[in-house]
């Protein structure tokens, strides 16, 4: 159904919301290596989280998911969240501490627009930390789409932002 409505430009994802197995585990990840905030706790069963004060960008809840295991990887479901990072350095720093954790990567891309480290959460949840180029160096179709590819982020680069004065 096309009726040429279209949202509005400022519009935004507010936030997500996982079903977990573990709340103690999760939090291990979401505030102790990712670094959310936590805001509120909703009793011993839900966790709401966030950058920089908002009320909650990620919630985490065990409602329905305490100690279950997780959701079988060719199923319906979320592919990933993709938490965005607003400089190629944050998205550097990210890297390194996840790096000094020995946490691992599922993946590192160079998307054309933005680059990319994947990884799991704890309960097998995709995630995605990255960061957008300046829209001035996105290229483009003759047709006016985006051109985006997936082509392997080169790491040695990234790191070397944490070196580059500001």
């Known amino acids: 159904m096309s009726n040429g409505y279209t949202l509005p430009a400022q519009t935004r994802i507010g936030h997500i919301h996982l079903k977990v197995a573990d709340l103690q585990r999760a ?5 102790d290596l990712l ?10 069963q839900a966790v709401f ?10 919630g985490l809840n065990t409602w329905q998911s305490k100690n279950e295991p997780p959701a079988p990887p060719h199923s319906v479901g979320l592919y990933h969240t993709a938490i965005l990072y607003p400089t190629r350095k944050d ?6 501490r996840l790096r000094a954790a ?7 891309s160079d998307h054309g627009v933005s ?3 994947y990884l799991n959460d704890p309960d097998g949840n995709g995630v995605e930390l990255y960061w957008d180029r300046p ?23 990234l790191i ?4 580059a004065e500001d």
């Open 27 to 31: 939090l291990a990840f979401y505030r």
């Open 35 to 44: 670094g959310f905030e936590v805001t509120t706790y909703y009793g011993d």
């Open 115 to 117: 680059e990319a480290l």
């Open 91 to 96: 998205l550097a720093a990210i890297f390194m």
């Open 102 to 108: 020995e946490y691992p990567l599922t993946g590192a």
């Open 160 to 163: 070397g932002e944490l070196d």
């Open 49 to 58: 989280l966030s950058a920089g004060g908002y009320h909650h960008h990620i």
């Open 135 to 157: 829209k001035d160096l996105w290229e483009y179709e003759s047709d006016g789409s985006i051109i985006m590819y997936t082509r392997p982020l080169d790491l040695r680069s």
